[in-house]
């Protein structure tokens, strides 16, 4: 079981520019959350999808979206990047709401 | 809403001694409550959980955690630490009545461990 994958591991992009990462969850589990995790922080919720859609969501401006697939993995996608996005993106995947999520080992944002 | 607060952002202990993590939560409804680690250039591993069943929690790796309603902590202990312990340690509440689950994180608590 390759748990939960992330990709890219590294990515340095402009300001202004767009950026997709990627997830692969758990194998079993239907149902993926993304975070952000600045430099000395907690990771905070993005948002939240389950079967395709968005189920719940954190406070995040409009400029992050998402994706979920049939076979559910997911997308994180951020437009007209700020500096302040760069951060550790991190996806745990879930078996629906079970309390139990596991994380991947994130991709590391910078904006330069 | 719920919230959890962290206390010390860094912890020095030396091998073999006592570990204490502190954690005091915030929230409006009987809470779950979580510890995860962190290991550098990783993601987060699951230490244990409290989903209102026995207040005292055992989790991976010899750390376990009480959970004590009257104080709103749960703080994390570990008889003897190891420096393999050396990490960043997040304690997380979310609110299991609404249904999702959703943790909600401290700031994280670095913990140092002297040889």
């Known amino acids: 079981d390759a748990g939960v994958t992330q990709s890219p591991t590294h990515l340095i992009k402009t300001r202004g520019q767009q950026v997709t990462l990627r997830c692969s969850p758990k194998s079993g589990h239907d149902t993926v959350s993304w975070y952000q995790q600045a430099l000395g922080q907690g990771p905070q919720f993005i948002f939240q999808?389950?079967?395709?859609?968005?189920?719940q969501r954190g406070n995040f401006p409009d400029r992050f979206s998402g994706h979920q697939f049939p076979n559910y993995s997911s997308e994180l996608n951020v437009n007209a990047l700020l500096l302040g996005d760069s951060a550790l993106y991190l996806c745990?995947?879930?078996?629906?709401?079970?309390?139990?999520?596991?994380f991947g080992q994130g991709t590391r944002l910078t904006v330069v | 809403a719920q919230s959890v607060t962290q206390l010390g952002s860094h912890v020095s202990v030396s091998e073999g001694a006592l570990v204490l993590l502190r954690c005091n939560y915030s929230?409006?409804?009987?809470?779950?409550l979580f510890w995860y680690v962190q290991y550098p250039n990783q993601g987060l591993q699951l230490l244990l959980k409290y989903t209102s069943a026995a207040t005292l929690v055992k989790g991976i790796n010899g750390f376990e955690a009480e959970f004590k309603k009257s104080e709103t902590s749960f703080h994390l202990t570990k008889p003897s630490a190891h420096m393999s312990d050396a990490a960043e340690y997040f304690c997380?509440?979310?609110?299991?009545?609404?249904?999702?689950?959703?943790?909600?994180f401290g700031r994280g608590t670095s913990l140092i461990v002297h040889p």
């Open positions: 745990a995947s879930t078996f629906d709401r079970n309390t139990e999520a596991f």
């Open positions: 999808y389950y079967e395709e859609e968005e189920r």
């Open positions: 929230s409006s409804v009987p809470p779950y």
């Open positions: 997380a509440v979310s609110d299991p009545t609404g249904g999702s689950y959703i943790p909600t």
